[in-house]
């Protein structure tokens, strides 16, 4: 009797044995080999589920994520994932992930590099592309079973390797993302008779459509909807709500809705917009669970270094503001020197309220310095002469509108000439005649002398009134420089006479500068916008911050996607830049590849030091 009942135990386990091995081989073939991976803070890091989004950040950005599935069973997944990624240059992205999967017998380790390239559209749209290509090892541990040595496993092995490879394309428009990714390129059988299992190349198995958008209440609160929708003709399709909100940019919380999935509630924090930490906690299907009891999941994000200059998109979840930390100081800044104008500007209009011949041109298209303030004497001459046989110039400005130099000439004392170029809308130079004599002349605290270019205005109605404009004097050389390149304003080429004697001894003109090969040497101040240590050709040296911004916009359409705009406090001056390095001889190489682009001929270098 006993000797039956040990010969059908025997019988029994054995037959588990087979059970289980066969529930060992589906379960994993269809979780490891057919459905990826799921993760409840993807946004964090989408990198995760789609290699198009490798260099997101803009920063180099390291992740890891720790993932203990259905705590209350043993042998349950519990999933460590770790990854890289960085923006290159040119638009392109690298990356690399490294993951370990271990559910119960079944353990699975791999690795992949991934590539990714960035299409600027224009400044507000882009798409990226990306692929994947990696390896990895199953193993199976057959000695956890009671008879390891039965017959029923001899022809399994216990380690096996096998392929990986995902692809995925990404479309950005300002705070709206959308992305499609196949995140399974290959598919294979984890438990296998041979030491690297056989591929079957199925990129459709499997389909991940994401989309999301940051909404900014106000520049403290934001909210982010995310939505997920992944296919399997291995597994029923599901689909994923998420919603978070941005506290201060400095803790969020959240929750996500996951088809036969249930609640999960989303929690973290961001320090210095640089490193985050996120929490989930995945309650599961109510039906099962109490048995299978909750997920628990934390992943920490950190930005390495500064951002790359060289990033044209960025959209990082560490960085959740409306406007990164360099968009914030330039915002200050443009604040800041619209007060300053509005207070000029106020000053000059009470002393010269009573003067009929202190109106000037009312027009957003002229680029006029503001009005300087109202204690600098001004005097009327008579030897300004605008001869109408100069040829007209004309040029279009930052704005895309068509305007018309109007040249006059005056003698000085050594035989030189003193020569203003005044700018007028195209469209109302029709209408303004220069008058002969009687224009007004100022000399500016630095030195610089402006003239008040008389005109005579004809209205529709037929009635004339004056008005004055008032430009820069310059330098027959600089007046010859504007005439061969009219779209570079007088800023382009104005002497330089300002600027921080401790940063820097070297005040050339920037005429000088666009002639030499040696570069200008300047040490780092602290502007808002200061230029950091480096190298850099300068296409362009303006004054005021949106005149810069403007010629950047136009080089960016004309192709020059690593235009930047910055501020140098040696020179005083904001610099549009089309190159930097930190190696100085490719610097000047590539100062003399731009010299031969006629929109980039008086480029030169200048060299930042701490």
């Known amino acids: 009797m006993k000797r039956t009942i040990s010969y059908k135990m025997v019988c029994a386990k054995k037959i588990f044995q087979f059970f289980l091995i066969g529930?060992?081989?589906?379960?994993?073939?269809?979780?490891?080999a057919q459905q990826p991976q799921v993760y409840n803070q993807f946004f964090m890091n989408p990198y995760m589920y789609n290699p198009a989004y490798a260099g997101v950040e803009g920063h180099a950005a390291f992740f890891v994520m720790y993932r203990d599935q259905w705590t209350n069973v043993e042998g349950a997944p519990q999933i460590s994932h770790a990854s890289f990624h960085v923006p290159l240059e040119g638009g392109i992205g690298l990356g690399g992930a490294a993951f370990n999967i271990s559910q119960g017998l079944l353990t699975t380790s791999a690795a992949k590099a991934s590539a990714s390239y960035l299409l600027n559209i224009d400044r507000t749209h882009f798409l990226r592309f990306g692929m994947s290509l990696?390896?990895?090892?199953?193993?199976?541990?057959?000695?956890?079973?009671?008879?390891?040595?039965?017959?029923?496993?001899?022809?399994?092995?216990?380690?096996?390797?096998?392929?990986?490879?995902?692809?995925?394309?990404?479309?950005?428009?300002?705070?709206?993302?959308?992305?499609?990714?196949?995140?399974?390129?290959?598919?294979?059988?984890?438990?296998?008779q041979k030491e690297v299992a056989d591929i079957k190349f199925s990129p459709t198995d499997n389909v991940l459509f994401k989309m999301n958008?940051?909404?900014?209440?106000?520049?403290?609160?934001?909210?982010?909807?995310?939505?997920?929708?992944?296919?399997?003709?291995?597994?029923?399709h599901q689909f994923e709500a998420i919603m978070i909100a941005h506290l201060y940019h400095i803790v969020w919380v959240g929750t996500s809705y996951r088809q036969d999935a249930g609640i999960i509630g989303l929690a973290g924090a961001k320090i210095k917009e640089k490193f985050a930490v996120g929490f989930a906690y995945e309650l599961g299907n109510s039906n099962i669970s109490s048995q299978l009891?909750?997920?628990?999941?934390?992943?920490?994000?950190?930005h390495l270094g500064t951002k790359k200059d060289h990033a044209e998109h960025v959209s990082s979840f560490i960085k959740s503001h409306r406007l990164s930390a360099e968009e914030r100081a330039r915002k200050a800044e443009l604040e800041r020197q619209k007060q300053l104008a509005a207070l000029q500007e106020s000053r000059a209009s009470e002393t010269q309220q009573n003067d009929e011949d202190a109106l000037s041109i009312a027009t957003p298209t002229v680029l006029d310095d503001p009005e300087p303030e109202a204690d600098i004497p001004t005097e009327q001459v008579d030897d300004w002469d605008h001869q109408e046989e100069h040829e007209e110039i004309t040029r279009v400005n930052q704005f895309g509108e068509e305007e018309r130099g109007i040249r006059l000439e005056k003698p000085t004392e050594d035989g030189e000439k003193n020569v203003v170029?005044?700018?007028?809308?195209?469209?109302?130079?029709?209408?303004?005649?220069?008058?002969?004599?009687?224009?007004?002349?100022?000399?500016?605290?630095?030195?610089?002398?402006?003239?008040?270019?008389?005109?005579?205005?004809?209205?529709?109605?037929?009635?004339?009134?004056?008005v004055i404009k008032w430009d820069k004097a310059i330098t027959e050389s600089q007046a010859?420089?504007?005439?061969?390149?009219?779209?570079?304003?007088?800023?382009?080429?104005?002497?330089?006479?300002?600027?921080?004697?401790?940063?820097?001894?070297?005040?050339?003109?920037?005429?000088?500068?666009?002639?030499?090969?040696?570069?200008?040497v300047t040490k780092r101040g602290n502007h808002l916008l200061e230029l950091p240590a480096g190298n850099y050709v300068i296409g362009g040296a303006f004054n005021e911050f949106e005149n810069a911004q403007g010629y950047s916009d136009r080089l960016f359409q004309m192709?020059?996607?690593?235009?930047?705009?910055?501020?140098?406090?040696?020179?005083?001056y904001y610099y549009v830049v089309v190159y930097k390095s930190g190696n100085l001889r490719q610097t000047r190489n590539k100062r003399d590849e731009f010299k031969n682009i006629p929109e980039l001929s008086k480029a030169w270098v200048l060299q930042v030091t701490e």
């Open 559 to 572: 192709g020059f996607h690593d235009t930047l705009v910055g501020f140098n406090s040696g020179r005083g």
């Open 134 to 192: 990696g390896a990895g090892i199953n193993s199976v541990n057959i000695t956890e079973f009671d008879s390891p040595g039965d017959p029923a496993f001899n022809n399994f092995l216990d380690q096996s390797s096998f392929f990986i490879g995902d692809v995925g394309v990404a479309y950005h428009f300002g705070h709206f993302n959308v992305g499609v990714a196949l995140p399974n390129l290959f598919s294979y059988n984890p438990i296998t």
């Open 480 to 520: 010859s420089t504007i005439v061969e390149n009219p779209e570079l304003t007088e800023e382009h080429h104005e002497e330089v006479a300002k600027g921080d004697p401790e940063l820097t001894q070297d005040f050339r003109t920037h005429e000088e500068l666009s002639e030499s090969n040696e570069p200008v």
């Open 421 to 466: 170029i005044s700018w007028v809308p195209a469209a109302e130079a029709s209408n303004l005649v220069v008058a002969d004599d009687g224009h007004l002349e100022r000399t500016l605290p630095d030195g610089s002398k402006e003239v008040g270019i008389k005109y005579e205005k004809i209205n529709d109605d037929g009635t004339v009134e004056n």
């Open 23 to 32: 529930i060992l081989v589906f379960s994993s073939y269809r979780i490891s």
């Open 293 to 302: 009891g909750p997920t628990l999941e934390i992943n920490i994000g950190y």
């Open 213 to 236: 958008y940051r909404g900014h209440v106000s520049d403290d609160f934001a909210f982010e909807p995310h939505i997920i929708y992944r296919y399997s003709n291995v597994i029923p």
